[in-house]
């Protein structure tokens, strides 16, 4: 069982790390178009359907399946590197949130940037990305 359950957490969160990956690219051509134009409406449209529809139930599954190893696990919270992952992915999480609240101000107007700093958000899922696959596969200490 606990097998099934890391493969669809595994699953979930590869779900979800395509959208935190993908959102803030958004952001960055939303940035570029005219506010209040045809393009600007369906990069809204775009980036809330990804939000709303992929990313956050993908996240709720990755915590719920994630929470549920450790139950079945208790013994991870004695290992460093999984300390460590599991500081990553709750930074992961308040990156979400992060995203959620720019798209809500790309949306409605009122959080316009230039699209280098839709740039530095893109990169930021990438580097905690590189960060959790090391802690997990390597487990460095």
């Not at 979800?16 to 178009?33: I, K, Q």
């Not at 709750?90 to 959080?111: C, N, P, Q, T």
């Amino acid at each position: 069982m606990y097998l099934w359950i890391k493969a669809f957490h595994l699953i979930a969160a590869i779900s979800w790390m395509v959208g935190l990956l993908y959102l803030p690219r958004l952001y960055v051509y939303h940035a570029m178009v005219e506010p209040g134009s045809a393009r600007a409406e369906t990069f809204a449209l775009m980036e809330r359907r990804l939000l709303k529809a992929i990313m956050t139930p993908a996240m709720i599954v990755t915590f719920i399946l994630g929470f549920w190893m450790i139950v079945l696990n208790p013994g991870l919270f004695e290992e460093w590197w999984f300390i460590a992952k599991f500081v990553m992915v709750f930074i992961m999480a308040v990156v979400h949130g992060k995203l959620s609240k720019m798209r809500r101000g790309l949306e409605d107007g009122s959080d316009v940037r230039s699209d280098k700093y839709y740039r530095v958000w893109n990169e930021v899922p990438t580097v905690l990305l590189i960060g959790i696959v090391i802690m997990v596969i390597v487990q460095p200490f």
